[in-house]
């Protein structure tokens, strides 16, 4: 019974991550098609009314006006269709890894959310861990500062990545692993009674299906804390 139990957890872990393997790619064509397609076409109705803009002249002013507001229209647009392309699918992470992906994203929450800062740190080299570990850490990051808006009411957030050996406190066996730690000051939590959402359980899962571990600490008024561990040893 232990061995077709163990027998069905693989098969389950496998599962989810194919799941959020495909997922992933699912979004990074999405964020492609948008900035090939929608990118593409919003250019070229700013470059139109430029070019109206410039031919007119002064006596023609409600050309003018149209023209600007075409340019404030697509100027629009594009930051819209933007947002959506790093949210999908951030081409940072692809192109400058995960830790400049993660401080850009980061940067970009705390010019957005004044009354909360989130401190970022990091230990070691951590742009070498692979598309599943990195994507999964990037999707954790962005899951728990989207709870933290939600539910926290925190003024600070701080989150870590290191690198760590199996012997420096990780329940892994043996190799080298990653650490995330993600720590609030806000309302916190009754882990016993309180019921955990998707985004927990996502976080949970995406760890899970890496064979990596997943804690949470909280107590009501002392702030939530929460500690991934994933191996870097070949699934």
């Not at 992933?24 to 929608?38: C, I, P, V």
């Not at 993660?102 to 957005?112: A, E, F, G, V, Y």
């Not at 000051?185 to 899970?208: Q, S, V, Y």
Request: charged content about 25%; hydrophobic content about 35%; aromatic content about 4%.
């Amino acid at each position: 019974m232990a061995e077709v139990l163990e027998r069905s957890r693989e098969e389950n872990r496998f599962l989810t991550q194919r799941s959020l393997a495909i997922q992933e790619n699912e979004r990074r064509n999405l964020a492609y098609e948008l900035h090939d397609e929608l990118g593409q076409s919003i250019t070229a109705i700013k470059a139109v009314a430029v070019s109206i803009e410039q031919q007119s002249s002064d006596s023609r002013g409600s050309i003018v006006d149209s023209a600007e507001a075409i340019k404030k229209v697509s100027n629009r647009m594009y930051d819209v269709a933007r947002n959506m392309m790093r949210r999908l699918r951030p081409p940072i992470l692809d192109e400058l890894g995960l830790i400049t992906a993660l401080q850009d994203m980061i940067d970009d929450w705390n010019t957005r959310h004044q009354d909360t800062f989130c401190c970022f740190s990091f230990e070691g080299k951590l742009n070498d861990l692979g598309e599943e570990i990195s994507i999964s850490l990037y999707r954790i990051v962005q899951e728990s500062l989207t709870n933290t808006v939600k539910h926290a009411h925190a003024s600070n957030v701080d989150i870590k990545i290191s690198l760590l050996d199996s012997s420096e406190g990780t329940e892994m066996s043996n190799g080298k692993c990653v650490e995330l730690v993600i720590q609030d000051n806000g309302m916190g939590f009754d882990i016993k009674t309180t019921r955990r959402g998707l985004g927990l359980l996502g976080m949970r899962e995406r760890a899970e299906a890496l064979n990596g571990t997943f804690s949470l600490t909280s107590r009501p008024g002392n702030g939530v804390r929460i500690r991934i561990v994933m191996p870097l040893n070949k699934l």
